[in-house]
């Protein structure tokens, strides 16, 4: 089975500072990467994502993610955060040889501070 | 746009009650799968659907919890008898199949529980 590991619980930063959310995975074979962000009592909406070709992907509300395949990671950032971006950052995997199973991390609060 | 619908959105009953969740899957997907996401935690599977069939219920508690997708498209998750521990957010996901398009999972709102 995949294992997903965001080495943060929590990140605390500034206003409009950058931002680096990190995220490990077990095993590169046929997988898909995704990045969810989740605000309180919500369901998760997906940020990003990874199936193939450009290692750098971009998605909604400037966010950014790079695949690293030799490090296995896909650490999620954005070059200025708002207040608005204060939620919780989950990293998934979906293993296509594996039913298709998503896989998910613990979470990165990311709490932005004015 | 379309979107996953759960309901109830909150539910709050006393242990050793009876207590069902309903989720409507995104017209045509033929995955869906139910989380339970305890606060402070990522959501963990409880049970992942294919069509009808159950592809993997390994972590769902089958002494309390059931979950059923009669027809293929809309699904119930049940517990009974709910115990303190079964606090927590449960979200529904659907995707499509594996080359049909979409690669994400699409989340509901999900039904926060809280056992009394």
């Known amino acids: 089975a995949q294992s997903v590991t965001q080495l943060d619980s929590q990140v605390p930063v500034f206003e409009e500072a950058p931002v680096e959310l990190r995220c490990n995975y077990s095993s590169s074979v046929s997988v898909y990467l995704f990045w969810y962000v989740q605000y309180p009592n919500q369901g998760l909406q997906l940020l990003l994502k990874?199936?193939?070709?450009?290692?750098l992907v971009k998605g909604i509300n400037g966010f950014e993610a790079e695949f690293n395949k030799s490090q296995t990671s896909f650490h999620l950032r954005k070059p200025s955060v708002h207040i608005s971006d204060t939620a919780e950052y989950f990293c998934?995997?979906?293993?296509?040889?594996?039913?298709?199973?998503?896989?998910f991390g613990s979470g990165t609060k990311l709490n932005v501070k004015p | 746009e379309a979107e996953v619908a759960q309901s109830p959105r909150y539910k709050i009953t006393e242990k050793s009650q009876a207590v069902a969740f309903w989720c409507d899957p995104i017209s045509g997907h033929a995955t869906l799968y139910w989380y339970r996401q305890i606060l402070g935690q990522g959501p963990e599977l409880l049970v992942q659907?294919?069509?009808?069939?159950?592809?993997?219920d390994s972590q769902l508690p089958k002494d309390r919890f059931s979950a059923e997708r009669l027809k293929g498209v809309d699904s119930t998750l049940k517990i009974q008898p709910a115990e303190l521990g079964d606090s927590a957010m449960y979200l529904c996901a659907s995707s499509q199949r594996q080359g049909a398009g979409n690669t994400e999972a699409f989340f509901g709102q999900g039904t926060r529980l809280t056992v009394v």
């Open positions: 990874y199936l193939s070709g450009s290692t």
């Open positions: 659907f294919q069509d009808e069939s159950v592809v993997d």
């Open positions: 998934a995997v979906r293993d296509v040889y594996n039913f298709n199973k998503f896989y």
